[in-house]
């Protein structure tokens, strides 16, 4: 079945760095555009980064511009985010996602892994 399986969160004092990793299977990964969204309680899930399934287009929010990274490795089926200079405001619960629009549209989500940034 269908899995994707976020890992790498936990506590990271403000100005340090967590790598995310989220594993998939039971679906064809390299078709799939990646995203990573975040989540605090009370607020809207938001896109934090996303990355194409073709040639590695990535776009990441303005919030995470230049601190937040994107990437994939088609043959570990795996979305990387990368996140330096964290700060206390980036800390949430960060979900994994998979999409694929077309004839049909399939969509996926992890668990969460939770991020805290703290002193």
């Known amino acids: 079945q269908v899995q994707l399986v976020e890992s790498g969160g936990g506590l990271v004092q403000p100005g340090g760095s967590l790598r995310l990793s989220c594993a998939a299977s039971?679906?064809?990964?390299?078709?799939?555009?990646m995203r990573w969204y975040r989540q605090t309680p009370g607020k809207e899930r938001e896109l934090v980064a996303a990355?194409?399934?073709?040639?590695?287009?990535?776009n990441v929010a303005d919030s995470v511009k230049g601190r937040f990274t994107i990437s994939r490795d088609n043959a570990r089926n795996t979305v990387y985010l990368q996140m330096n200079s964290l700060r206390p405001e980036d800390a949430a619960v960060y979900y994994c996602?998979?999409?694929?629009?077309?004839?049909?549209?399939?969509?996926?989500w992890g668990q969460g892994t939770q991020v805290t940034v703290s002193s």
């Open positions: 990355i194409a399934s073709g040639p590695s287009i990535t």
């Open positions: 039971g679906f064809t990964f390299s078709t799939y555009a």
């Open positions: 996602n998979a999409r694929r629009v077309g004839l049909y549209n399939y969509e996926y």
